[in-house]
């Protein structure tokens, strides 16, 4: 995958999937280290471009480039000449010139890493496009399950909120599909794209329907900023509909897990309770979201594998 974007799932193979995964593994003994760190990437150079807010996929790319040794770069946009009138395009060409190994963008415009990627050198990891993608995220969950569960292959895995503006639902339900889970959503209706059974998943409007025979639910937020207009009559009329709590998750099988790619606006989405106690595993998508994103780098950055044994 060296010098390769990585712009969606959509269009990743499974082989792909499968080495990025095995790679993460891998990078997990490095986080459990006393010192965290290995020689892999000295002397690369990473960006981080987020030109949206981000508290986990942010730090965590930047941990995860330093645990690799490579020298990460968090640009501001506040603080840059963008606030100047320079273009998005105009300013990554500048950081371009600058050579460095890897760029990560966010952006709350879908297409926009596409188009970064078009015109840059360096390789360009998308961090998330508006309600696009997030190609990373879906990555660290698949990780996260294929450790909480001992598979992916047969699973079903219910995902439930505002899938409609997702990009979070839309990544991992290109991803699971992929290796061989069964996909589920469920929202309020209007949150439900009309189209979304063309990509293979079934849609419900219960929540005791899509959590029966359900291994793994991931709640969702909603995505305040990308709607206008109501999509449900309340927030506390969302919540009792579908929150989940500890009485709901019987309806689901007896071992599932609850997964939430934060921020959680608890009380909404999830209950106190199942945001911080098993079986939601909230905590290992984010510690294992720094593995995930060692290995992404090491593959698109780095040289020859047996690096990783450094
Ligand atoms: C998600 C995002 O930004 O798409 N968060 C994340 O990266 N962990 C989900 C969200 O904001 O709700």
Redesign the pocket.
């Known amino acids: 995958m060296i010098g390769q974007d990585l712009l969606g799932i959509e269009d990743l193979e499974r082989s792909k999937i499968e080495l990025i995964l095995e790679t993460a593994v891998h990078m997990q003994e490095v986080g459990s280290r006393e010192v965290k760190k290995i020689p892999t990437l000295r002397g690369r150079t990473v960006i981080n471009l987020f030109f949206?807010?981000?508290?986990?996929?942010k730090a965590s790319f930047e941990i995860a480039g330093k645990r690799l040794s490579a020298d990460v770069v968090n640009f501001s946009p506040s603080s840059s000449s963008l606030t100047k009138a320079e273009s998005i395009l105009d300013t990554a060409k500048t950081l371009d010139a600058m050579d460095p190994d890897c760029v990560v963008v966010?952006h709350k415009v879908a297409g926009v890493p596409q188009r970064i990627a078009e015109v840059l050198e360096a390789p360009v990891i998308n961090?998330?496009d508006g309600a696009h993608e997030?190609p990373t995220?879906a990555l660290l969950d698949m990780l996260t399950v294929s450790q909480a569960k001992g598979r992916i292959d047969g699973l079903t895995v219910a995902i439930i909120g505002d899938i409609a503006h997702?990009?979070?639902a839309r990544s991992n339900i290109y991803g699971f599909s992929k290796l061989g889970a069964e996909v589920r959503v469920a929202g309020p209706p209007p949150m439900i794209p009309p189209a979304i059974e063309q990509l293979g998943v079934k849609a419900y409007t219960s929540l005791r329907e899509v959590l029966e025979g359900a291994d793994v639910i991931m709640a969702?937020?909603i995505?305040n900023e990308r709607l206008s207009g109501a999509y449900f009559p309340s927030v506390r009329e969302y919540s009792a509909t579908f929150g989940l709590n500890r009485a709901k998750l019987r309806w689901a099988n007896e071992d599932a897990i609850v997964m939430h790619?934060?921020?959680v606006n608890r009380g909404v989405e999830l209950d106190h309770e199942l945001t911080d106690e098993r079986p939601s595993v909230i905590l290992d998508q984010v510690r294992n979201?720094v593995a995930l994103r060692m290995a992404l780098l090491y593959l698109i950055s780095g040289r020859a594998p047996a690096a990783v044994e450094d």
Do not use: F, I, Y
Request: charged share 25%.
């Open positions: 949206e807010s981000s508290t986990r996929t966010r961090a998330g997030h995220q997702s990009r979070v969702l937020r995505q790619p934060g921020p979201g």
